[in-house]
């Protein structure tokens, strides 16, 4: 919550909105979706440079080169520089384990790279 100005007017309005914890790929699939203009409740959606056919139940973010899907459902591909992440949709939430596992064995490798010095 933010303080309240002293410099104007200050006004509460109630109201009742929704809430969605994206706190997994696949939550914000479905809150995508949901927002489109126009929601398709099984549609592959995504940002970039990114081509579909068939695919159900899909999120593809594509950062920089063409991601193509074909027939997919239920799969998350995320593609930055740095890494490619494929995944089911339901198991979307353990992408935190295996970024600390990734983390670890590369704090590792320096720690190796420095000790060879």
């Known amino acids: 919550m933010e303080p309240a100005s002293l410099e104007g007017d200050v006004a509460v309005v109630p109201m009742s909105v929704g809430w969605s914890d994206l706190g997994s790929w696949a939550a914000l699939r479905d809150a995508w979706r949901k927002a489109s203009p126009n929601p398709d409740p099984g549609a592959a959606v995504g940002l970039g440079n990114r081509r579909d056919l068939g695919s159900t139940d899909t999120l593809v973010l594509a950062e920089g080169r063409i991601v193509v899907t074909i027939g997919l459902r239920d799969i998350i591909v995320v593609d930055t520089p740095d890494v490619l992440l ?12 295996i970024a600390e596992e990734m983390s670890r064995c590369e704090t590792a490798a320096k720690t190796a790279a420095k000790e060879e010095k």
């Not at 494929?86 to 384990?97: A, F, I, K, Y």
């Open 86 to 97: 494929v995944c089911s949709g339901e198991r979307s939430q353990e992408v935190r384990e």
